[in-house]
């Protein structure tokens, strides 16, 4: 269970860095806008490692010798991503005001890594269903907290959480590649 602790906390690193641009830029209730904010990135961030587990186990049989090899791949290209999304210029910097089209567009847009690391989670003795609540509820805290950190203002937090999210899938992903090799 601790795999799906680090994982939810590595995910929701994205959704919290967008959360916290969101409270910087937003004029509207502080309190609503972050439990909106909390409850659209934690929704989508537990559904779509769901698409992505299903795909897994869907494959399993055709891909199963070499499986973590490609969730290997795949942590490590979402986390190259999101080092270099968190090194460039950030989406919600064009934001002006916070509509439920624009908090359901970056929704899903901070949740299709979520689907590809979703693909790993097969491999781990797990409960899927309570791995991807705690992935939700996770990601609905932190996106919770980054509104209330970024209405302070408090814009240097938004690429270290990215920066920190990232290194976190690299190491599960070594973790993986290891556990899985026969040397």
């Not at 891909?63 to 986390?79: E, K, N, T």
């Not at 999101?82 to 908090?103: D, F, P, Q, R």
């Not at 890594?113 to 989670?121: I, K, Q, R, V």
């Not at 409960?127 to 509820?137: A, D, K, Q, T």
Request: proline share 1%.
């Amino acid at each position: 269970m601790l795999e799906v602790l680090v994982l939810a906390f590595a995910l929701s690193m994205d959704a919290f860095a967008v959360s916290i641009g969101l409270g910087i830029k937003s004029n509207e209730n502080l309190k609503v806008l972050a439990l909106k904010a909390g409850l659209y990135f934690g929704f989508f961030q537990a559904l779509m490692p769901f698409i992505g587990y299903l795909g897994g186990v869907g494959l399993k049989d055709y891909i199963g010798s070499f499986d973590y090899i490609i969730a290997f791949l795949l942590l490590l290209i979402i986390a190259i991503k999101m080092i270099m999304e968190a090194l460039g210029e950030n989406v919600e910097e064009e934001i002006t005001k916070v509509s439920t089209k624009i908090l359901f567009t970056l929704a899903i847009a901070t949740s299709i890594d979520a689907m590809a690391a979703g693909f790993s989670l097969h491999l781990f003795n797990l409960n899927i269903y309570l791995s991807l609540f705690i992935i939700g509820i996770i990601t609905f805290i932190f996106s919770f907290i980054g509104v209330m950190i970024g209405s302070k203002g408090t814009k240097k937090y938004e690429s270290k959480a990215e920066i920190f999210g990232g290194i976190i899938l690299i190491i599960i992903a070594f973790k993986i590649l290891i556990q899985n090799i026969n040397l």
